[in-house]
């Protein structure tokens, strides 16, 4: 009864992450809003309280960084099953019971592109050696 209960404070920490963008969205203006950032994860604070009396905003960080990390993790999972050419019934289905609840991050996740700048050192190299 004690996990029902842990699951569902969770899925209400959850809940209220996804409800407060400025905390995930990187593209959204209250992203980079240091107050409402701030009054944010004092509301969300109040919710890991819950379950943890003594939580500080620095817990609440490591708790939410955990379950996306969890996340991130069976979301490759599933990738690579899927690029794997797997048969439908071979394909990995994630098994993290709050794995649907983070589908709000998906396009947050994709990597940058990076760009690489060996070329820009071997130019530089070249013309150095040249005089």
């Known amino acids: 009864m ?4 842990r699951n569902a404070i969770l899925e209400e920490f959850i809940e209220i992450y996804k409800s407060e963008p400025c905390l995930w969205r990187v593209k959204c203006k209250e992203y980079h809003d ?3 950032r701030s009054a944010a994860y004092h509301r969300w604070m109040s919710k890991l309280k819950e379950l943890e009396p003594t939580a500080t905003k620095e817990d609440v960080i490591k708790k939410i960084n955990t379950l996306r990390s969890n996340v991130r993790r069976e979301r490759k999972k599933y990738e690579v099953s899927v690029k794997s050419g797997a048969s439908t019934d071979d394909i990995y289905k994630p098994t993290l019971w709050y794995f649907e609840l983070f589908d709000f991050i998906g396009d947050q996740e994709v990597p940058r592109s990076s760009r690489s700048n060996i070329s820009d050192i071997d130019e530089n190299y070249s013309k ?3 005089n």
Not at 2 to 5: D, F, I, L, V
Request: hydrophobic share 30%; charged share 60%.
């Open 2 to 5: 004690a996990s029902r209960k």
């Open 34 to 36: 240091r107050d409402k």
């Open 128 to 130: 150095v050696r040249i």
